[in-house]
């Protein structure tokens, strides 16, 4: 054990415990007590048939904003969630059932106890708040609320108190954090007793273990930071940051045995001997990460425990719709003969960008690097598109920042294998596939499936030739790709000089003619096109701001973008752009009452105090304005207008679900 100070943080009067995975533990104790529970547990439920072994659990999406006119908000489906979920749920569905067959959670155990049916799938609506229900399936554990306001929070408190919750697991990226704090104290008023765990984006950008685990790492912004230093009151239990999949499964199953088993609460000084225990008894499984214990009483430390595994392989994780309906509708995939928006899945070959733009999340130098589908990944991505298929996908968006990571052989191979797939008899498909095609609607959503992805204008025209890309997005039209989305930041050269993009730069040939090129090149393939644009990066003046905008309109004008969603720089805690713009230690993600107001709603995560310092306030609506004027229906509209871009009533049209992904 190491007990050392949290970095960075203005108080160091707490301390952090340190914690190495095979730190010396009395195993045999252990084991006998794991023993002398399952065997009271075991007399207790023979004594009372009608109880049972599993404790509620609620999973909660901590939403960006509140609601207000003209406000974004985010329909896609909460997949940062639904992936730190999908270990420990698979686990426990497949555990379930008699106490004496149990071998994962062989104790007490989540209420994780079934998948959700084809018919529930099927009749799950666009509403992220579910009803939990007598006996529930593991879909109908997550609030999802979209938005922060009366309505949400008068949900919120109803819902625990109806299923009063022994656990609760919320996800949150920084702008949410504000939220995920109140919704972990109405647990702390409403529900004393229940254990909350926080995880998600803002976790991974703010917590780490140093190198060797030799001490933690702990942003200004951080939850471990903010709670010590007295500015929100101490109301989470534990924080999961890195990847979490194996960690949340080994987490959980220390809780069900720090649980009194008569209660069913958490015993939280029990918390850290069992976690010990467990990771003793089984070693540490794929990924890294760390798992943060807050205090249990005044006089106690935090603890911390790194967990160091081997490189994780995504394709061997389970699938986060396993457990989970899809609920995102993309307005961009439209039924041909209703113009209904699709019901759209989220898919990741690859975890992390390739490029290391300093003004993106994915630059991040805290938690691991670029993670994908490796063994077979050609097989089971196609495996995976077959999976969604069943359980109703109609479209599906990969979320790769870049498309398999930009490597064209890999795209190539899957693009062709998925092609073959849609126009195949299904007799003759791989029993894998064929698993999960098992009626007519199936086969018939396969073939008509839509998708998309996201690439890059360096991707396209800078590191491969015209023709190569050509070859690529004909493959990707041909398999079933309609829209690709790309970054196209700014049109001019002296805010593109100063970020990680516009590779292979030549003075003959500037961004501006590198963004017109890979946009002409995506629309000769009859694709259509949604594009990123962002304002307040280094060099941003008005200047720069007006021809952007106007360069964009002309692509417009031209027919070569259909989409184009204008962002104002927000700085994520990790990115390196915070530090240089000198936000690293004064960025408020924690107040409860944050003035959300115009126009920063009508931008992707923009509150005031966190966006680009070099934009006024005067910029910002200047920008909300002219794009407005001068990118007509094409702009990815945020103003409340449910016509423009094409958007659906309240739904968001550029990027389904980025801020959940």
Known sequence: MITHAIEEAESGSDRTVMHRVGDAIDAKSFLERCRRRRARLADDLGAAPDRTRYFPVLAVLAPVMTQAEGEITYPGDPMALYAALSVAVHQAVHDAGPLEDATHYNDLAPEWTAFPSKAYRAAAGHDGVR?????????QMVFDPRVWDVAARSAWIRLLREVRPRVVLISAVSPAHRYALEIAAL??????????????????????AAPGGSGLLVKPSGTPAVIQNGKVPPVIDAIVAGEAYHAVDVLMRALALAMDLEDRWVDRARVLPCLQGLLHQEGVKPGKSVVFLSPWSASEPAHAVPLDGPGLDLASLPSPYEAFAIRSHFPIFENPESGAPLRTAHFM???????????????ARVGPGLRRFRDDAIGKAIE?????????????????????????????????????????DPATLDPRLRAHLVGEDDTERLRNLQWGAQLTVDTLVALHSAEESGDILRLMRDAGCSYV????????????????????RDVDRPWAAKVREATALVKKHGLRL???VLFGLDGETRSSIDETIHEVGRLIDHGLIDLASPNILTYHPATPVTRQ?????????????????????????AFPGVVSVLLTEDDIWHIHNETRIHWGRA?????GDPRAAGAAPGEHAGVPGDVHG
């Open 187 to 208: 647990v702390r008023s409403e529900v004393p007793g229940a254990y909350v765990v926080l995880g998600g984006r803002h976790a991974d950008e703010t917590l780490a």
């Open 349 to 363: 070959v690859s975890s992390a960008c390739p490029y290391r733009c300093n003004f993106c999340s994915e630059s």
């Open 384 to 424: 995976r598109i077959c999976e969604y298929v069943s359980y109703g996908a109609e479209a599906v968006f990969f979320d790769d920042s870049v498309f398999w990571s930009g490597r064209y052989k890999d795209m190539t191979e899957f693009c062709r294998e998925l092609r073959l797939v849609r126009e195949a």
């Open 530 to 532: 949604g594009t990123s």
């Open 581 to 605: 713009h000198g936000m690293h230690e004064r960025l408020d993600y924690h107040s409860p009452r944050v003035d959300n107001r115009k126009p920063y709603i009508y931008f992707e995560e």
């Open 485 to 504: 989305y790309i970054g196209i930041e700014s049109m001019s050269s002296q805010v593109m000089d100063g970020i990680h993009k516009n590779l292979r």
């Open 635 to 639: 702009r990815n509209d945020t103003s």
């Open 131 to 139: 009803q939990y229900g007598a006996a529930p399936n593991t879909d």
